[in-house]
């Protein structure tokens, strides 16, 4: 039970959920992902977003083949705060329990589009209820 709580423990710092000793997949909501009226922060996180993330996080969050959704619980602040997403754009993620692959470090965002991608990350994730 120790090493089950520890492996859960370690996936969700990294990046993906446990569930069982299964392998997450993106996760989807199954519903239309509700997009509210952004902050100035916000919007010119959605423009680095967009720039920088996209391609394997989805637009407006929600996952593709090769990178998972952050419209689930395990991305909220509670579960990863934003220096999770400052480490991860940073150092890269190696994967643990997701079929995604390792992320590689994104030295091309800047500190300050890093901010504000996260401020957006923030505000569709509250508008969806996470």
Known sequence: ???????????????????????????????PTVIPELSEIA?????????????????????TDKGPTFLHRVYVAGHHADMAFILAARRGVRAHHWRFGNMPPQPEISDEDLGAVITYIREIQAANGF
């Open 1 to 31: 039970m120790k090493k089950m709580l520890k492996t859960a423990a370690v996936a969700l710092v990294f990046g993906g959920a446990y569930v069982g000793g299964m392998q997450p997949v993106a996760m989807a909501q199954d519903s």
């Open 43 to 63: 919007r010119q996180g959605e423009v680095a977003y967009n720039v920088n993330c996209v391609s394997c996080h989805g637009i407006n969050l929600a996952g």
